[in-house]
């Protein structure tokens, strides 16, 4: 029987003919005592309460002598990123914000043309109302702080009311995107620029950006995302076996270029930074599709091989030479421009097969046009009663800018026919060359006008290097 209303209830006991008045029987049948029964309901309340009842919250965990909470968030963060994949890492990274001082964190990612930073979104991201917008690098706030690699601010918009900071992703020194994050109203810019604020938030952005680089190896989701085009199989070979496009230390700085960035084929670069050495180089194979990437791939991996194995540019070039040669079933070549550069007194060597000859930028204008007697591109053989490889010298000075590049840069033409040309190309270069601006800056703006000028389709592949023999300036490329 229901005690309050008194009517029978399904499956409950109740008296058994003959039963006395302590013992009851169960639907089933089976005999119990009442005061049993009165135990097991007094138990399946009890229960019931302790897992309806508001539980006391969990006591923070006692932090280790000399850590502050703030250094057990970035602990907490590490830890956690031990075992997450590329696509968690948007939702890690939103977790753990809030525990650094910011309500929301968002990493968005340059795509590989540097136009745009398209939003590293989550799994859980699906409606397209709550999904960040792409933001255009040449006119927004995200994009200044990525030109010009600073922590920026601005007010956030009514939906998130708060202060937003935009900080760098960097991989060294090689751009990835920016962070983006919201922090509660309240905070201020200073506070940002010079405050505790501002130092957590640089951790934070520095571990994102250690994080989409180790993630990318392991899932396609970051790879993805910076692509906004299908990528054609001889471009998918050729960037795979390009070093980052970016690298600076106290002693110089390189960066690169390559377009048509999602079928680029002939055209590589590759370039190591020892002990007193910078060593570099740029190569065009001939053709186009995979048998161009192909043929600079193998010149690429025989510059690599000689190279560490401590030759000289000469005999580095004749084993290039000889690589090309032998794999060739057809009279095919690729040409290149080998250089070292010692780091310690600005001695520059350089051997150049088939290429445009270098330019020296000093103080905002062309100092010089470095050439050398040239030889054939590699696979060729050497000219007839030439010397093999002449090695050109040139002794550069502090904050001297050193530009390589492949002829599609200068020879490539607008819908009149017009090229693009060396004088295009060094004024522009000029115009650009300033101190406080980083050299992938630069190198970005060079190759968005020289798309411009050919209705951003090229016609042929187009490869900038640029290398600063520098001292003081290395705070122009952290933020």
């Not at 990525?146 to 939906?159: A, I, M, R």
């Not at 000028?453 to 290398?467: G, I, K, P, S």
Request: aromatic share 6%; glycine share 8%; hydrophobic share 40%.
């Amino acid at each position: 029987m229901d005690e309050d209303s008194g009517s029978p209830t399904r499956g409950a006991a109740r008296p058994g003919r003959g039963a006395s008045a302590r013992e009851v029987r169960l639907a089933d049948g089976t005999p119990i005592s009442r005061d049993r029964l009165d135990q097991l309901i007094a138990e399946a309340r009890a229960e019931a309460w302790d897992l309806l009842a508001p539980t006391a919250p969990s006591p923070a965990p006692e932090l280790p002598p000399g850590v502050n909470r703030y250094e057990a968030a970035v602990d907490d963060l590490l830890e956690a990123a031990h075992l997450s994949p590329a696509h968690a890492l948007p939702e890690l990274l939103t977790r753990h914000a809030a525990a650094v001082g910011a309500t929301s964190a968002t990493a968005y990612l340059a795509d590989l043309q540097q136009q745009v930073l398209v939003p590293l979104v989550g799994t859980s991201t699906s409606v397209a109302a709550t999904r960040p917008t792409s933001l255009d690098v040449d006119t927004t706030v995200a994009g200044r702080s990525y030109q010009h690699l600073k922590v920026l601010t601005q007010q956030s918009g009514p939906s998130s009311p708060g202060l937003r900071v935009w900080l760098p992703l960097l991989d060294g020194t090689e751009r990835l995107g920016v962070l983006g994050v919201v922090v509660p109203p309240g905070a201020t810019a200073d506070e940002v620029r010079s405050g505790a604020l501002g130092r957590r938030l640089r951790r934070l952005a520095a571990i994102a950006a250690e994080l989409v680089v180790t993630k990318s190896a392991y899932g396609d989701t970051i790879v993805r995302t910076r692509r906004l085009e299908p990528m054609d199989l001889a471009a998918e070979l050729q960037w795979s076996q390009l070093p980052p496009l970016t690298f600076a230390c106290h002693q110089v700085t390189i960066a690169a270029a390559l377009e048509p960035a999602y079928s680029v084929a002939g055209d590589a670069v590759d370039y190591t930074v020892d002990a007193g050495w910078a060593r570099f180089a740029v190569f065009d194979g001939m053709g186009h599709g995979l048998r161009s990437v192909h043929l600079s791939t193998l010149a690429v991996a025989a510059y690599r091989n000689s190279r560490r194995a401590g030759r000289t540019l000469p005999e580095t070039a004749r084993a290039i030479d000889d690589a090309v040669r032998a794999f060739s079933v057809e009279e095919r070549y690729c040409g290149a421009l080998l250089a070292e550069l010692d780091t310690s007194t600005g001695r520059l060597s350089w051997v150049n097969a088939g290429v445009p000859h270098p330019l020296v930028l000093r103080d905002g204008r062309l100092a010089r046009t470095l050439q050398v007697q040239p030889a054939l591109p590699f696979g060729m053989g050497a000219a007839p009663g030439a010397e093999p490889y002449a090695v050109g010298t040139e002794r550069l000075q502090r904050q001297d800018r050193l530009v390589l590049y492949t002829d599609g840069v200068t020879d490539a033409c607008d819908r009149d026919g017009n090229v693009f040309g060396t004088d295009r190309l060094v004024d522009l270069l000029t115009r650009t060359d300033d101190p406080h601006l980083p050299a992938p800056e630069t190198m970005r703006r060079v190759v968005r006008a020289l798309l411009a000028h050919q209705q951003y389709v090229l016609q042929d592949d187009a490869t900038l290097l640029a290398v600063d023999w520098r001292s003081d300036d290395e705070d122009d490329f952290t933020p």
